[in-house]
């Protein structure tokens, strides 16, 4: 990913997720420049949820870190992750739930 600006105003480290012996989310590495989409794909069960549930504050990761606007987000609660312009919502598709469940995850980024 490249970007006009050197800037970085989300930087995933390493981040992992461990649930007992089972490892959802290993290592991942993720960055966010000013004014650039980006996109997390990946067939179910790969991790995705897991991994915006950790950068929202839902889960702890088990190692690794999430810098927002140069600043850790570890150890702080969900609500505190919102404050400082992290927000996330999460949307169902009534239409096909009862053929598939489909899951949307939605973050917005505020830059202060």
């Given at each position: 990913m490249s970007s006009s600006s050197g800037n970085v105003v989300l930087d995933v480290t390493a981040l992992t997720k461990q649930f007992g012996g089972l490892t959802a989310v290993s290592e991942v590495d993720f960055k966010v420049h000013p004014r650039q989409?980006?996109?997390?794909?990946?067939?179910?069960g790969a991790g995705k949820t897991t991994f915006f549930n950790m950068v929202a504050g839902q889960y702890e990761?088990?190692?690794?870190?999430?810098?927002?606007?140069?600043?850790?987000?570890?150890?702080l609660r969900p609500h505190q992750i919102t404050a400082r312009g992290i927000g996330r919502s999460e949307e169902h598709t009534s239409e096909l739930q009862s053929r598939v469940d489909i899951s949307y995850a939605?973050?917005?980024l505020k830059k202060k």
């Open positions: 989409i980006v996109s997390l794909i990946g067939p179910n990761p088990t190692s690794g870190d999430v810098i927002f606007d140069g600043q850790s987000l570890k150890g939605v973050f917005c």
